[in-house]
């Protein structure tokens, strides 16, 4: 077609391409290969705390997380993926069942049982949606879970817990995420447990009094509580940081405001806060019976940490605990703003009305691309032919 003007159009790649998916050189059904997909996952609640701190990767190190992962596939031996946020812990196995997938999870993590749903095929994709959508969150909307997701998958891939086959699936889930959002505008709620805490600070901080307030942790959340403290006009504020010179030099706008010190100065210059807010992370609780709260003053206690970093047994009779629990309830009631259960009907039909394409992309992979294909050319030629000279 060399009459077409520059881009030429040259389609003899789609003849020759095989019509559905080759992996190793051997043509595989589409329905074969969503139906080889299967994942175990929690969602956080009262009754089931106790397991999701075993399975849970939330607060490990970036070592630690690898090295449970690999023992996991290792004696799997399929490839994985796991997703923990502050309310869910997932894992997704490829070419095993369900049952298989569990199994190996719970021996690598010392567990006998764990009230884990079983998700299988097409299931797998539609409730992954969900989750990255937000449409199963503690706060329907949520924008973080998103990014945790696409950089798991990202960071799966690095380590080789993933085939770039296997990968390819949660492509598919990131893009009907961004549909979901689109329309029912989820681009504009919520973003996490920030603005959970926001409110929670704002309803119990006294607008008129001088509060004494310490801050566990000086990453994300905790600059953020910071933050909220000082637009309420609190200046008594004092972080805790493991090293309070390199805290301060990642934001050194607010370290100018506050003060700094370690969790050993909490301890010696025997500080009495009425406020303390957590957002340290750590595998197990840093307070507990064995190494209790230093203060014993009257005092609100916020944990604000996944898992939980304050116990309620490292803590006196003079405080009152806001843990895991009370976020539960209160999220929940931050969504009362959304008509939730019309919200989720018309996200199941809208997730069915994309699977349906989902699975024609599956099935006939050169169509799908053949159609992107001419998008890009024709969008080159459109602004080829805005720039000239004839337009």
Not at 379 to 390: D, F, G, H, K, M
Request: hydrophobic share 40%.
């Amino acid at each position: 077609m060399k009459t077409l003007g520059t881009p030429n159009i040259d389609l003899t790649k789609f003849f020759e391409a095989a019509p559905t998916h080759e992996i190793n050189g051997k043509s595989v059904d589409a329905k074969t290969l969503i139906n080889s997909v299967n994942m175990i996952s929690m969602k956080l609640d009262s009754d089931n705390v106790e397991h999701v701190k075993y399975l849970t990767t939330e607060g490990l190190t970036k070592k630690q997380r690898l090295k449970f992962l690999n023992d996991i596939k290792q004696e799997l031996n399929a490839d994985l993926f796991e997703l923990s946020t502050c309310n869910r812990v997932l894992y997704v196995g490829f070419d095993v069942t369900s049952s298989e997938l569990e199994s190996s999870v719970l021996r690598t993590a010392s567990l006998e049982s764990a009230p884990f749903e079983h998700f299988s095929g097409i299931d797998v994709w539609r409730h992954l949606v969900k989750v990255c959508s937000g449409l199963d969150s503690f706060i329907l909307g949520e924008l973080q879970v998103m990014s945790q997701f696409r950089g798991s998958v990202a960071w799966h891939r690095k380590h080789g817990l993933l085939s770039d086959i296997n990968g390819s699936f949660f492509e598919h889930v990131v893009s009907a995420n961004r549909m979901i959002r689109r329309e029912f505008g989820f681009n504009q709620t919520t973003e996490s447990m920030l603005n959970l805490a926001t409110s929670a600070l704002e309803e119990i901080v006294p607008s008129n009094e001088t509060t004494s307030s310490l801050v566990l942790g000086f990453g994300e959340m905790g600059s953020k509580a910071v933050q909220v403290l000082l637009s309420l006009g609190q200046t008594d504020i004092s972080v805790i940081s493991r090293s309070p010179e390199r805290a301060a030099l990642r934001n050194p706008d607010i370290a100018a405001q506050i003060n700094l010190i370690t969790f050993e100065d909490w301890k010696s210059k025997q500080l009495a806060p009425n406020l303390i807010i957590s957002t340290i992370r750590n595998n197990t609780a840093t307070y507990n019976e064995s190494n209790p709260i230093p203060s014993k003053s009257k005092a609100v206690i916020m944990d604000f940490s996944w898992p939980p970093s304050i116990d309620v047994s490292g803590i006196s009779e003079n405080h009152e605990l806001f843990g895991t629990e009370y976020w539960i309830r209160a999220s929940h009631r931050l969504g009362i703003e959304w008509d939730y259960s019309s919200t989720i009907e018309k996200s199941e039909a809208m997730i069915s009305q994309i699977q349906q394409r989902f699975m024609d992309a599956l099935t006939d992979k050169t169509r799908a691309k053949f159609r992107a294909f001419m998008y890009q050319t024709l969008e080159a030629l459109s602004q080829q032919w805005e720039q000239s000279e004839y337009a």
